[in-house]
T-cell receptor, first 110, second 115 residues
Framework: RKEVEQDPGPFNVPEGATVAFNCTYS??????FFWYRQDCRKEPKLLMS???SGNEDGRFTAQLNRASQYISLLIRDSKLSDSATYLC???????????FGKGTMLLVSP | DAMVIQNPRYQVTQFGKPVTLSCSQT?????MYWYQQKSSQAPKLLFH???????NEADTPDNFQSRRPNTSFCFLDIRSPGLGDAAMYLC??????????????FGPGTRLTVL
């Protein structure tokens, strides 16, 4: 069974904090990995893809550990506008669809 | 400009009364998807079309049907909505089969309430 597991939330952090989200996936043959962001009552939007070598986009850094089947997202210098639910998403080899984790809610307070 | 459009944004129906949700896209993408997302849960794929080829997820109830009359439009039909079908229904598209280089674009969703 395809499964993607994420940290339970919510994470409550002050502005400027660094926060890390973790995700594990069960299918070792999974090929592609993403973080999506979903605002309350809105659709998910792609935040960034996750590559084996790790990748960074401004304040956001994503890491992939294939051996441990583990994905992470680090947000530095949190802003109020970062408050959202962060979804870990996987494409399994042989499938043409996304498998979503339940998401972790982040609440950034002043 | 909106690329994946869903209508209506909010739909209220009665228990057992058939309802149709609509999705259209201006991207000319080959693949269209329908997801169901309940509160605090992950989006759950119901089915997808690659062009005209329909792909149903194994655990999608028979109560849910879909039609794709042309590239631009895809419909979700719920034949006899139950209280448990109240959810956000998300339509999405991708140009081709998904990969690291082939993004999926979501519409804003239709929130279905069943009375």
């Amino acid at each position: 069974r395809k499964e993607v597991e994420q940290d339970p939330g919510p994470f409550n952090v002050p502005e400027g904090a660094t926060v890390a989200f973790n995700c594990t996936y069960s299918n070792s043959a999974s090929q592609s990995f993403f973080w999506y962001r979903q605002d309350c009552r809105k659709e998910p939007k792609l935040l960034m893809s996750v590559y084996s070598s790790g990748n960074e986009d401004g304040r956001f850094t994503a890491q992939l550990n294939r051996a441990s089947q583990y994905i992470s997202l680090l947000i530095r210098d949190s802003k109020l506008s970062d408050s959202a639910t962060y979804l870990c998403v996987v494409i399994d080899s042989g499938y043409s669809t996304l498998t979503f984790g339940k998401g972790t809610m982040l609440l950034v307070s002043p | 400009d909106a690329m994946v459009i869903q209508n209506p944004r909010y739909q209220v129906t009665q228990f057992g009364k058939p309802v149709t949700l609509s999705c259209s896209q201006t991207l000319n993408h080959n693949v269209m998807y329908w997801y169901q997302q309940k509160s605090s849960q992950a989006p759950k794929l119901l089915f997808h079309y690659y062009d005209k080829d329909f792909n149903n997820e194994a655990d999608t109830p028979d109560n849910f049907q879909s039609r794709r009359p042309n590239t631009s439009f895809c419909f979700l039909d719920i034949r006899s909505p139950g209280l448990g079908d109240a959810a956000m229904y998300l339509c999405a598209t991708s140009r081709e089969i998904l990969s690291s280089y082939n993004e999926q674009f979501f519409g804003p969703g239709t929130r279905l309430t069943v009375l």
